[in-house]
Nanobody
Framework: QMQLVESGGGLVQAGGSLRLSCAAS????????MGWFRQAPGKERDFVAA????????WYADSVKGRFTISRDNAKNTVYLQMNSLKPEDTAIYYC?????????????????WGQGTQVTVSS
């Protein structure tokens, strides 16, 4: 079974940037839609962005449109989340997830596989 490992989180000042990576093991990465979610303390896990198997289609939550960019490199089995103009409200644990079907990509329940998460903290 494919496994997902996130990296790239950290502490950054408001207005700064971070790039998250999610490396997948196994040979089937390119058959999965990939998504990024985030969960702040005491809150539900929320959709951030998703990307189709070949990267031709992307979807974003309204709260991150124009600031975050999702991309993937199937040769490296990796999906990325470039985060610019970060705000304190972006502080959360960020998770990547994989889904083979591509339906309802904004929903947590859609995804079969999850990484362990990486902490992003944005200071004001």
């Amino acid at each position: 079974q494919m496994q997902l490992v996130e990296s790239g989180g950290g502490l950054v000042q408001a207005g700064g940037s971070l790039r998250l990576s999610c490396a997948a093991s196994g040979r089937t990465f390119s058959s999965y839609y990939m998504g990024w979610f985030r969960q702040a303390p005491g809150k539900e896990r929320d959709f951030v962005a998703a990307i189709s198997q070949r990267g031709g289609r992307t979807w974003y939550a309204d709260s991150v449109k124009g600031r975050f960019t999702i991309s993937r490199d199937n040769a490296k089995n990796t999906v990325y989340l470039q985060m610019n103009s970060l705000k304190p409200e972006d502080t959360a644990i960020y998770y990547c997830a994989a889904d083979p079907r591509g339906i309802r990509l904004g929903m947590v329940a859609t995804y079969d596989l999850w990484g362990q998460g990486t902490q992003v903290t944005v200071s004001s």
